[in-house]
């Protein structure tokens, strides 16, 4: 079927696609049909009339925003009574209008009241009568001021918070010229909204203005527009970075680029105050006789070379060990875990990705051949089904979660897996809330129901599974184990919702899954994801576009992180580093002898933390990472990095972890570099230099080449950024076809294997990366937890992120916006649970596990079940971690962050 069309306009042939919106056509074809309710995120309203249009054989005039195009359509969109009319709609407006105006927002209206000539009042028709409407101010959120007087009731922000962000927020309060704009009941502030700024990026008249920098905004100082990507979460948001001076100023959604389209939640438009904060690190510190000195970079260079290899030779090469970071660049990893493979001669390089994501990545790798999501962020819009599971994907990727509202909207099935009440349960059409720790009874009960129901895919295991129906049987055998009566009793999941979550995702055309920490922070983590792969593989839910299995990063880079190679197993590209072929191939890139290279497999996050406590490991390198927050069993870090001869912290702030060094280095935020992150649907996008850092901080880059160059280590000298991912393009077989200037305006989804290719936004459509390009299916049974509460430690606590704040708060809690919000410790407690106990609802408590103690606020809240609790990790005064354990998970190294069992006491 043609879904090619041929209208005209104005005289003018035009093509269009059946289905076109008449307005969106005539903006791609630069034709000035004047608007102000429309835009084309939204649905159309019809509200301003000024985009009215004749259309041959109507009989009267026509909103443009409301017309779909059809073939032959003949349409006059200006003539002397169109504009006429067009006139008239504005100058009635105006005399509504308050037109004061002062250079701090995009002013839609303005703009076409200067191009119908209105802004000499000498030719208005209609007094002005705003003075008189008594039109409300709102000042009461952190985020924006709302003022009535500029409204035009367009309903772009109505439709924006609703439509785009999924919140429904917002509405219209009284009727006709009375009418205006409120959140919630009426008050901002005491609303649930969450400050987006959805609504003030496409408000047309300055209504609805954001209050950080007013006072800069308003200048007539020049500014500059610098594209880059949100610094925060793994969604990978394209922001539009507004500079005056030398200081961000506003941060602005990107439009018509993937993966936002424009979108940002409150961290990625207001957390950007950090970056200009006074507690910058701001040049080298030495500690000396327990003190933090000033020293020159030559100096503190010198000192790091010389104590390194010092340790070096004194202790052997796998005395050193270095921390990757999760929030630095591509090029910044790259050159870090090059650094420590050549300079200190083994592979104990980790980062963050041990202690969120790592079980993810290893039942991924191992059954798929790739431990990347399978599918791109936009495909939740159209999934037929989504199941999220172990992911508060409102908080934690808000906008991702966007994508998933509006599917919901448009008709899609939303099953959530959760022990705890999250945001996205009031769009799901199943919640199931399984006890901590028993999530893999849960799985292994749902594919219990496939089987039995004949929900499977039984052409798709035969085809794509290896072993086919033989691994099927065996898998059939293990989870016969686990009917609904028995799930229901293992779990607390009710027996009539695990047949209907069953049954929406099997039954579904195109069915995806969101995993998240959830499921990962388990000693249990592989196994659980291992589950969640053979449902998908046994219902045929995977390897075709919009279907499979989808894990978002925490953090912007956790992803590019790994495929550079910061893993202590793999060099860049997830190319074993125990393999003499792969050590040759990456030596000779490297310009250095293979057998300089070790083969032997190096040690993970915790391992280096443990190694260090048992006196194996003498001295550290740690790039923008926190493991005095960050690491489970706190008090046992802080223990074995008491015993390191020589720490090297490089970093943007003081942190817990820099109290410990000796030698601290001032490294560069995002908006202070070029490089590129990969987001969570494998986007490698550009990140571009906006502001200067301060003071002295150099490079993060620059700082590991200068270190490298003073400890012997011939790496290859580059002159920017561009040279550095070329050589990582030459490294990793799926990032060869990517480059800079590919991605100069919007980014490329790996595999991207030659300059021609267009990456692939749907991983697995013929066949998966293992070796015999079949899935492969690893039964897991249910174990019990080791950890179990007792009369001790009566209750199970889990962790997590909160929307306000970004793992350490190192960033996040320099923003007055985001703490306005939240600034303050608590844990959440069930209300029964908090009547046995005697305590009060705001209480200052003491919680205390087998690892350690902390004191937090109590906050009674049905969210829980009875009998766990909730705690946020992100206040350094209250550290969570201080509480949970080191015990690991044997495949993927990994710590159980989510189950510690511990007790609730008065705070004396």
Sequence with gaps: MDDGVSIVIDGKNISARRGDNLMELAQRNNIPIPSLCYHRKLTPTGACRLCMVKIRGKGSLVAACTVTVAEGM??????????????????????????SFDRSYQDEFKALVVRYGLDDPVRRRFPAIWKTLGQPIDESSPVLTYDASKCIKCFRCIKACGEVQGKHVLSMANRGIQSYIVAGLGVWGASECDGCGECIQLCPTGAIVEKPNRDLLVTEMPEKRVISVCPYCGVGCQVELVVKGDRIARVNGVEGVKPNDGRLCVKGRFGYA???????????????????????????????????????????????AGYA????????????????????????????????????????????????????????????????????????????????????????????????????????????????????ALLNGLMNILIREAWIDKRFISRRVERGVEAFEELKVVVAEYPPDTVEAITGVVQGKLLTAARLFARADKALIATGMGCSQQTTGTHLVYSLINMCLISGQIGKIGAGLNPPRGQNNVQGASDVGCLPMSYP?????????????????????????SGKVGLTTVEIMQAAHAGHIKGMYIMGENPMLTDPNLNHTRESIQKLEFLVVQDIFPTETTAYADVILPGVTFAEKNGTFVNSDRRVSRVRKAVDPPGEARQDWKIIWDVARRMDCSMNPYANEAEIFDEIAAVVPFMAGVSYHRIEREG????????????????????????SGQAILHPVAYVPQTEKPNADYPFLLNTGRILYHYHTCTMSRRNRVLTDFSNRSYVLIHPDDIKRSGLKNGARVK?????????????????????????PFHFGESPVNQLTRDELDPDSKIAPFKLTACRVSAYQ
């Design 325 to 440: 970071s999760a929030k630095a660049t591509n090029e910044d990893n790259y050159l870090f875990q090059k650094f420590i493979r050549t300079a200190f001669g083994n592979n104990n390089v980790d980062y963050c990705t041990r202690l969120c994501h790592a079980s993810t990545v290893t039942a991924m790798l191992r059954a798929l051949g790739s431990g990347a999501g399978s599918n791109s962020i936009e495909d939740y819009e159209t999934a037929d089904c989504i199941l999220v599971t172990g992911n508060n994907m409102v908080e934690t990727h808000p906008v991702t979660a966007t994508y998933v509202k509006r599917g919901v909207a448009a008709g899609g099935k939303l099953i959530v897996i959760d022990p705890r009440w999250t945001p996205l349960v009031k769009h799901a059409d199943v919640w199931l809330q399984p006890k901590l720790g028993t999530d893999i």
């Design 847 to 871: 919680i205390t596990s087998r690892q350690g103690e902390i004191t937090t606020r109590l906050k009674a809240s049905s969210d829980v079940l009875p009998g766990e609790l909730f705690m």
């Design 274 to 320: 950090y970056v200009g904060h006074k507690d910058r690190l701001t040049q080298p510190l030495i500690k000396r006789n327990g003190q933090f000195q000033p020293a020159e970079w030559d100096e503190a260079l010198d000192l790091i070379a010389s104590q390194f290899k010092a340790i070096k030779s004194k202790y052997g090469n796998d005395a050193l």
């Design 74 to 99: 003949e349409v006059t969109a200006f003539d002397e009574e169109l504009e006429a009319a067009r006139r008239d709609i504005l100058d009635y407006l105006l005399s509504e209008h308050n037109e």
């Design 573 to 597: 590209g997830y190319i074993p580093v125990t393999d003499l072929a792969n050590r040759k191939k990456v030596a000779a890139v490297w310009n250095v002898p293979h057998e300089a290279l």
């Design 748 to 771: 490329i989804q790996w595999p991207c294997p030659t300059p021609a290719h267009p990456g692939t936004p749907t991983l697995f459509l013929k066949q998966f990366n293992t070796a």
